[in-house]
């Protein structure tokens, strides 16, 4: 038992003393640099899970735990930056979390405080290195005063945007997913500025008129590509003095009775033409956005992540194999979730790094061959015998 | 890596909550440990003169070596994890021997009796290969899950591939599961009450008349699901809802978050199940994995084919254990 103390003190010195820091901080930049030269995630997500059951399995306080769990964070910040990623993401506080007790709440929160207001002292620092940071949650849930750090820093930092850190305050993501449901809609309930709002109870965004006239402008292209440089002129002298019948191309120009001259210079040239079909419709009746416009790309827009590149990797310490309501909408098809049995606070390079050289590997393997890889490419595949359902397999 | 001595100084300060330094000694705690800013400034232009040309050859030699460190790290890297890959392929082989099913419902009811806790709802993530058999491989591994699902004792299990290819053929999908059955229980008689359905179609349920049988052995109930169940369905609900709001019908405040619960209506997997090298989730609907636990099976294949793992019995039986393992806890 003595010698086991022993031993963990005399490497504790070890490491503590002034060689081996060295040597250690030399290896660690020699690491993160190296890391640089390969491919690198873009977006990384952190789950800081294992503050408390660390400070109990060391018999300290909580508080004590999340503030080595603070410290960690500030490590692993420092090898995802300077290895080149771009934007990192943490869950720093579940609105479920204002479950815990009150003396942990008001403890994590004056931390925040702490550090965000500190962090403000240090603003030529972080424009210097182009740091951003944003707090991702529900805000009206703070209290006041923390509301104003966390306003302070953001703003101070607004003006940056190379390095981002996403801090996610009182943070579920169904909240999220369903602000961005709201927010879409409300966007979408936004009259445009339109000037007829009479057509408001019917919209029909395409018109008949315009659609006839766009199947005679390609049949007209098509035919006129022996003549492609007079097309112009030719239409607006038919439109100056009335109906040469006799010129073919000129028909299409006069038969929609309602178009202006402005809509006619929209046909003269082929893509012209295809814009025109898609900008005028919304142009002239849309008062409202149509619905159908809303993709999915529209919703991601709207979650708190919507500027940052895909989420490409997710961690989560301290072996729970579960989201817990994080970043359910940014863990898309090509995410990769890693959940490492290792508590936040013990959380450094020596743990990350496998990670992250896995993850440079799938990414250059797939590189080479794409194939290996692919999506579900719409082949069709025929439904076959009943037979082949039978087929034995596992022995 | 911080130095012990300023690591001191700076939990003194923590403790007392930021009092003890001020904001110009932090920074000269940090300043040692900040990036040289010059070395950020690349975009400025260049100005050609000598120091600047030892800068360059220095950064030169610096990026070659880390070129070196980056091949020869991923050199160890993969020799690491091909000899893991091939140790744990070979730990998968002796549990496939020694965990088989053989057919028999008793024996895998056997292999999960000492588990605290079985999922209620297992949810399994697949994916369709690229031959030209493909999909009757896909719905053989359906028919052995359901199997295996049903002796276990869960009751309702589902099955995402991304691309909808089952939801296509659910009667010969069925024809398939029944056929699975009987091949681990025997006659029609004694097998489990099976239900098979995917959103938007309806329930498939053959043999409603025997209602009696269906109590001895269980019922399984199986879903299906696809990358259309998951985001899609939220784009939808925003389209229905964006176009109540311009009619007037409801106010973008209305929208909350148990409204949109109500409306996105699907089970919550206890257990997801993923059978491939690594964890994602594939465009797997995203509001009810809130909770749900996940396993990997992992790229244990040996290396033939990547990506794709087949679906094996000992992989589901460690995803249970896995799942037995966890303990549960709702932000407590």
């Known amino acids: 038992m003595s010698t086991s103390i022993h031993l963990s003190r005399f490497r504790k010195w070890l490491l503590a003393s002034p060689p081996m820091e060295f040597v250690i901080a030399q290896l660690r930049e020699l690491l993160v640099g190296a890391i640089k030269q390969g491919p690198v995630p873009q977006h990384i997500a952190f789950v800081m899970d294992g503050n408390r059951r660390f400070a109990r399995s060391h018999g300290i306080e909580t508080v004590e735990g999340h503030n080595m769990g603070f410290e960690a964070l500030a490590r692993i910040l420092e090898v995802c930056y300077k290895s080149g990623v771009k934007v990192v993401?943490?869950?720093?506080?579940?609105?479920?979390?204002?479950?815990?007790?009150?003396?942990?709440?008001?403890?994590?929160?004056?931390?925040?405080?702490?550090?965000?207001?500190?962090?403000?002292?240090?603003?030529?620092?972080?424009?210097?290195?182009?740091?951003?940071?944003?707090?991702?949650?529900?805000l009206d849930m703070l209290k006041p005063d923390v509301l104003a750090a966390v306003n302070r820093a953001v703003d101070m930092t607004s003006g940056n945007g190379e390095r981002i850190l996403n801090i996610c305050f009182p943070y579920t993501s169904r909240d999220e997913i369903t602000g961005a449901i709201r927010d879409t809609v409300s966007e979408y309930s936004q009259p445009l500025p339109?000037?007829?709002?009479?057509?408001?109870?019917?919209?029909?965004?395409?018109?008949?008129?315009?659609?006839?006239?766009?199947?005679?402008?390609?049949?007209?292209?098509?035919?006129?590509?022996?003549?492609?440089?007079?097309?112009?002129?030719?239409?607006?002298?038919?439109?100056?003095?009335?109906?040469?019948?006799?010129?073919?191309?000129?028909?299409?120009?006069?038969?929609?009775?309602?178009?202006s001259s402005s809509s006619t210079l929209h046909l003269g040239g082929q893509t012209d033409a295809a814009n025109g079909r898609e900008n005028s419709p919304r142009k002239e009746k849309a008062v409202y956005m149509s619905p159908e416009t809303i993709t999915r790309q529209t919703l991601t827009e709207h979650m708190f992540t919507g500027d940052n590149p895909p989420l490409d990797l997710l961690v989560r310490t301290s072996g729970v194999e579960r989201l817990s309501d994080f970043m359910l909408w940014q863990c898309d098809e090509e995410t990769e979730i890693v959940f490492l049995d290792v508590l936040w606070p013990d959380f450094d390079l020596w743990h990350f790094l496998p990670v992250l050289l896995g993850w440079q590997r799938r990414i250059s393997k797939a590189k080479k061959n794409p194939d290996a890889e692919g999506d579900f490419d719409g082949e069709s595949y025929e439904p076959t015998e009943e037979s082949n359902g039978k087929k034995v397999k596992g022995l | 890596m911080v130095s012990q001595h300023d690591r001191e100084l700076f939990r003194n300060d923590v403790r007392s909550r930021g009092t003890k330094l001020s904001a110009a000694d932090r920074e000269n705690i940090l300043r040692p440990y900040l990036p040289d800013p010059s070395d950020l400034q690349r975009r400025s232009p260049q100005r050609q003169n000598k120091a600047h040309r030892r800068a360059s050859v220095r950064t030169f030699?610096?990026?070659?070596?880390?070129?070196?460190?980056?091949?020869?790290?991923?050199?160890?890297?993969?020799?690491?994890?091909?000899?893991?890959?091939?140790?744990?392929?070979?730990?998968?082989?002796?549990?496939?021997?020694?965990?088989?099913?053989?057919?028999?419902?008793?024996?895998?009811?056997?292999?999960?009796?000492?588990?605290?806790?079985?999922?209620?709802?297992?949810?399994?993530?697949?994916?369709?290969?690229?031959?030209?058999?493909?999909?009757?491989?896909?719905?053989?591994?359906?028919?052995?899950?359901?199997?295996?699902?049903?002796?276990?004792?869960?009751?309702?299990?589902?099955?995402?591939?991304?691309?909808?290819?089952?939801?296509?053929?659910?009667?010969?999908?069925?024809?398939?599961?029944?056929?699975?059955?009987?091949?681990?229980?025997?006659?029609?008689?004694?097998?489990?009450?099976?239900?098979?359905?995917?959103?938007?179609?309806?329930?498939?349920?053959?043999?409603?008349?025997?209602?009696?049988?269906?109590?001895?052995?269980?019922?399984?109930?199986?879903?299906?699901?696809?990358?259309?169940?998951?985001?899609?369905?939220?784009?939808?609900?925003?389209?229905?809802?964006?176009?109540?709001?311009?009619?007037?019908?409801?106010?973008?405040?209305?929208?909350?978050?148990?409204?949109?619960?109500?409306?996105?209506?699907?089970?919550?997997?206890?257990?997801?199940?993923?059978?491939?090298?690594?964890?994602?989730?594939?465009?797997?609907?995203?509001?009810?994995?809130?909770?749900?636990?996940?396993?990997?099976?992992?790229?244990?294949?040996?290396?033939?084919?990547?990506?794709e793992e087949a679906v094996e019995y000992h992989g589901f039986l460690r995803g249970l254990w896995h799942y037995a393992g966890a303990q549960m806890r709702f932000g407590r």
């Open chain 2, 61 to 307: 030699v610096k990026a070659q070596t880390h070129r070196i460190v980056y091949t020869f790290v991923h050199i160890i890297f993969g020799i690491i994890s091909r000899l893991l890959q091939s140790y744990h392929a070979t730990v998968d082989r002796i549990c496939a021997v020694i965990y088989y099913h053989h057919r028999t419902p008793e024996l895998i009811r056997k292999d999960v009796k000492g588990l605290k806790r079985l999922p209620e709802h297992l949810s399994v993530i697949l994916s369709l290969r690229k031959e030209d058999d493909a999909l009757s491989v896909l719905m053989d591994e359906v028919a052995e899950l359901a199997a295996w699902s049903v002796s276990a004792g869960i009751p309702v299990l589902s099955v995402y591939e991304k691309s909808g290819a089952l939801k296509s053929c659910i009667p010969i999908l069925h024809q398939a599961i029944t056929n699975k059955m009987c091949s681990y229980y025997g006659s029609s008689i004694q097998q489990p009450r099976l239900r098979l359905f995917a959103p938007h179609h309806p329930v498939f349920d053959q043999l409603p008349q025997d209602v009696a049988s269906d109590c001895k052995n269980g019922s399984l109930t199986v879903l299906l699901l696809s990358a259309t169940d998951g985001r899609e369905t939220f784009v939808d609900l925003t389209k229905t809802l964006a176009e109540m709001s311009q009619s007037g019908k409801l106010s973008p405040e209305d929208i909350t978050l148990e409204l949109v619960d109500a409306e996105i209506i699907q089970p919550e997997p206890d257990l997801l199940l993923v059978f491939g090298a690594f964890l994602k989730l594939d465009g797997y609907p995203p509001w009810h994995v809130r909770l749900t636990e996940m396993f990997c099976t992992g790229g244990r294949s040996s290396g033939t084919n990547t990506s």
């Open chain 1, 89 to 138: 993401t943490i869950y720093a506080f579940s609105i479920e979390n204002f479950k815990r007790s009150k003396f942990e709440v008001d403890a994590l929160m004056e931390m925040a405080r702490v550090k965000l207001s500190q962090m403000a002292q240090h603003g030529e620092i972080l424009d210097r290195y182009g740091a951003k940071v944003r707090i991702l949650g529900r």
């Open chain 1, 194 to 259: 339109a000037n007829r709002p009479s057509n408001a109870s019917q919209r029909t965004p395409f018109s008949e008129t315009h659609i006839t006239q766009n199947i005679r402008a390609r049949a007209q292209h098509t035919k006129a590509d022996d003549l492609p440089s007079d097309v112009e002129t030719a239409s607006e002298s038919s439109n100056e003095d009335g109906a040469p019948a006799n010129n073919l191309p000129n028909q299409v120009y006069e038969s929609g009775s309602s178009f």
